[in-house]
C-alpha cells in the first residue's frame, strides 16, 4: 500500500506562484506514474499533470501548460507540482496519485489510472 500526502497549499494572489508536495509512505514509488488532478467546487475532477516513473515523460493539461511544473525525487519519495502565474480559476483542491504498473496501460490523464490518491491540499487564488 502507498499513503500519499499532500501539503503546500495555501492562499496566494493572482499572479503568484505555489509549490505543492506529495510525500509517499509505504513503500517507493520509484516504479509508479504520478500525477496531479484538481476538483473545484461543483466541478469534476480534473487532470492537471503527470510524470512518468522515471521522470523522463511529462505532460499538462491545456489550461496549466507554461504555467505549471511537475517534478518528482524517488530518493525522498516525493513528487511536486510548482505553480506559477497563478490565476483564481485555479483555485480548487489538489489532489496527488499513484499509478502502479498494472496500470500503465491506462492513459495517464484518466483518473481510472491511479491506485492511490491522497486527501488533497486546497489552493486559493485572489483577485
Known amino acids: 500500500q502507498v499513503q500519499l500526502v499532500e501539503s503546500g497549499g495555501g492562499l496566494v494572489q493572482a499572479g503568484g506562484s505555489l509549490r505543492v508536495s506529495c510525500a509517499a509512505s509505504?513503500?517507493?514509488?520509484?516504479?509508479?506514474?504520478m500525477g496531479w488532478f484538481r476538483q473545484a467546487p461543483g466541478k469534476e475532477r480534473e487532470f492537471v499533470a503527470r510524470?512518468?516513473?522515471?521522470?523522463?515523460?511529462?505532460s499538462y493539461a491545456d489550461s496549466v501548460k507554461g504555467r505549471f511544473t511537475i517534478s518528482r525525487d524517488n530518493f525522498k519519495n516525493t513528487v511536486y507540482l510548482q505553480m506559477n502565474s497563478l490565476k483564481p480559476e485555479d483555485t480548487a483542491v489538489y489532489y496527488c496519485?499513484?499509478?502502479?504498473?498494472?496500470?500503465?496501460?491506462?492513459?495517464?490523464?484518466?483518473?481510472?489510472?491511479?491506485?492511490?490518491w491522497g486527501q488533497g491540499t486546497q489552493v486559493t487564488v485572489s483577485s
Open positions: 509505504g513503500r517507493t514509488i520509484s516504479s509508479y506514474n
Open positions: 510524470i512518468s516513473w522515471r521522470g523522463g515523460t511529462t
Open positions: 496519485a499513484a499509478a502502479d504498473p498494472s496500470r500503465y496501460s491506462v492513459s495517464p490523464v484518466s483518473p481510472v489510472a491511479y491506485n492511490y
